[in-house]
């Protein structure tokens, strides 16, 4: 009896191959530099990072039974269309949970460092500059997290216990306890924290939940900081308000279009601190997410329940 056909587009780690090899017969045009091409039609599997799967390719493929994205953000994935079509969509939830909280502190250490305008200073022989700098100290200043599910509920925890901040958080879709004082209005967050974090997935909903209002709700030296998908904030009106000063600063990661051209707003402005879509990417995590994802495939084509289904109602 012949493998199922696994179509990897994006690479993926070592591990995740392992696991599938001897089950599945992958197809990963990547391992040898071929052109990635569409899903192919004897397909029984796919999994994508940021390859699109919408409900052509899925035709295209009749045999296709499952799909798994490797990490969390399914907005390149069709889901409703996979729905329609009773495809499982896996994700994996748990995998990167703690790269991406680590990598939001991170983002908001450097802010309140200045470590970006630190570096630059010192290599370009400015040492002096150091008595001007100033830094911002965390311990005591308050934290808003909107969207405080698992990575919102990690920075949470780490927030307060390793930096002693106050936490608040928005999240209208939260109902269980939370390790952060929960607030009903999100420019109440807005208008009270000193740092602002989003860990919110891309909806109609969450599209440009940041805007120039929202923008001009936070203080003045707020940071606001973006782990999340790049569609969630206005990045023109970003731009603007840190060209004005009407915010203190941003650490971004995510991108509304991804790489962001030459020419993107947040190329070029001030206080700033940007990385390309990173923070999920630990050594660890990419074990964790590849593993767990090549699992799920697996547990589906031999017909068991996969752990994590983004629409269950199929399976």
Known sequence: ????????????????????????????????????????????????????????????????RVVAKHGVGIDNIDVPAATARRIPVLWTPEANADAVAQHALALMLG?????????????????????DFGSVELTGRTLGI?????????????????LGMEVLAFDPYVEDERPATMVDDMGELLARSDVVTLHVP???????????????????????INTSR????????LAQALTTGSIGGAGIDVYADEPPGPDHPLLSAPRILLTPHVAGLSDQALVRVATQAAEGIVDV????RPASPVNPEVL
């Open 111 to 131: 802010l309140a460092n200045r470590l970006a305008a630190a570096d630059e200073a010192l290599r370009a022989g400015r040492f002096l500059e150091r008595l």
């Open 230 to 237: 790049g569609g969630v904030i206005d990045e023109p009106a």
């Open 202 to 224: 891309l909806t109609e909903e969450t599209h440009h939940l940041i805007d120039a209002d929202a923008l001009e709700q936070m203080k003045s030296t707020a940071f606001l």
């Open 301 to 304: 084509l031999q017909g068991r």
């Open 146 to 162: 909107i969207g405080i599910g698992r990575i919102g509920g990690r920075v949470a925890r780490r927030a307060a216990v390793g």
């Open 1 to 64: 009896m012949s493998k199922s056909i696994v179509f990897i587009p994006d690479p993926i780690s070592q591990v995740g191959l392992d696991a599938l090899a001897p089950h599945c017969q992958v197809i990963a045009p990547w391992l040898s530099g071929d052109e990635v091409g569409e899903i192919p039609a004897d397909a029984a599997g796919v999994m994508v990072r940021t390859y699109p799967v919408n409900a052509a390719r899925m035709d295209a493929a009749p045999g296709l």
